[in-house]
T-cell receptor, first 116, second 113 residues
């Protein structure tokens, strides 16, 4: 079956512009996660959704970052007034309900964001 | 979640077993050991997890010491396609846990022909 998909695969933007990154999780997966991986940095957690709610936003680096999820499915990560330090690969993962079982996360291919 | 310590890099000959160690000396009783790997330019991929018993699946085996303070991921017959960064992660589960993964620096495994 289809895995986690993300779009666009690559995004180049100018400093100060807003960008939207999209994630389509695996059908039936209620948990959705956003991570990012900067050059030379490890993978860092950004935000967790259970259904349409985001009980853990602790990894969002600033108020320029926001995310939403609609219909318990598609999620959008928005970065406002992008800065060069926002350049990274943004990864989305989904899983079955993480509260009720030891459910593995399936990752998408990521969106490579470059801020000029 | 408990911290983990892994060697930054390892080499392995193709066809031989790759043994990747991980220390997690502060692990709690309700925390599991998880392994993921990330092949270049791809998203991480789940490999295996365990609590206290040794585990085996089609990809790998996981050996956890009796005191649970360390573990070893074993790839029985490494191939060139197993070249990747391997992450050992320890996390708890339950209604109060989000399931988020806290990645360390991992071990870069280079399988050589």
């Amino acid at each position: 079956g289809a895995g986690v998909s993300q779009s666009p695969s690559n995004k180049v933007t100018e400093k100060g512009k807003d960008v939207e990154l999209r994630c389509d999780p695996i059908s039936g997966h209620t948990a959705l996660y956003w991570y990012r991986q900067s050059l030379g940095q490890g993978l860092e957690f950004l935000i967790y959704f259970q259904g349409n709610s985001a009980p853990d936003k602790s990894g969002l680096p600033s108020d320029r970052f926001s995310a939403e999820r609609t219909g318990g499915s598609v999620s959008t990560l928005t970065i406002q007034r992008t800065q060069q330090e926002d350049s990274a690969v943004y990864l989305c993962a989904s899983s079955l309900d993480s509260r009720t079982g030891i459910n593995e996360q399936f990752f998408g291919p990521g969106t490579r964001l470059t801020v000029l | 979640d408990a911290k983990t310590t892994q060697p930054p890099s390892m080499d392995c000959a193709e066809g031989r077993a790759a043994n990747l160690p991980c220390n997690h000396s502060t692990i709690s009783g309700n925390e599991y050991v998880y392994w993921y790997r990330q092949i270049h330019s791809q998203g991480p991929q789940y490999i295996i997890h365990g609590l206290k018993n040794n585990e085996t699946n089609e990809m790998a085996s996981l050996i956890i010491t009796e005191d649970r303070k360390s573990s070893t991921l074993i790839l029985p017959h490494a191939t060139l396609r197993d070249t990747a960064v391997y992450y050992c992660i320890v996390r708890a589960f339950g209604s109060s846990n989000t399931g988020k993964l806290i990645f360390g620096q991992g071990t870069t495994l280079q399988v050589k022909p």
